[in-house]
């Protein structure tokens, strides 16, 4: 059984950066993929990036790309999305995901989940 936790989460100006981390606790940790997802208000949930565990492959939604970095840290089973040039449509709540997936950007291929932590981008 696996738990997620996210953190990092704050009120910030349009342009600038935050880093959120994800502590993935039980043991063994053999989930293939952890995922970051958001969701807005009266918005679906979107995929944002994700990272394979072991070889270290990232995915990005494309308005990210270029902007976010997604990375890890085994012996702490983190993960990190480090977030900059935040816009104001960056604003929603921040999900991570852990899973044995197929389609990395399905959310519904994921088995757990954190419970979110708050992004705000003010323009």
């Known amino acids: 059984q696996l738990q997620l936790a996210e953190s990092g989460g704050g009120s910030v100006q349009a342009g600038d950066s935050l880093r959120l981390s994800c502590v993935v606790s039980?043991?063994?940790?053999?989930?293939?993929?952890v995922g970051w997802f958001r969701q807005a208000p009266g918005k679906e949930r979107e995929f944002v990036a994700a990272?394979?565990?072991?070889?270290?492959?990232?995915e990005y939604q494309d308005s990210v790309n270029g902007r976010f970095s997604v990375s890890r840290d085994g012996p702490t089973n983190t993960a990190y999305l480090q977030m900059s040039r935040l816009r104001s449509e960056d604003t929603a709540t921040y999900f991570c995901?852990?899973?044995?997936?197929?389609?990395?950007?399905?959310?519904?291929?994921?088995?757990?989940w954190g419970q979110g932590t708050p992004v705000t981008v003010s323009s």
């Open positions: 995901a852990s899973g044995w997936v197929r389609n990395i950007r399905n959310a519904d291929a994921y088995d757990y």
């Open positions: 990272i394979y565990w072991v070889a270290g492959t990232t």
């Open positions: 039980g043991r063994p940790f053999t989930k293939n993929v």
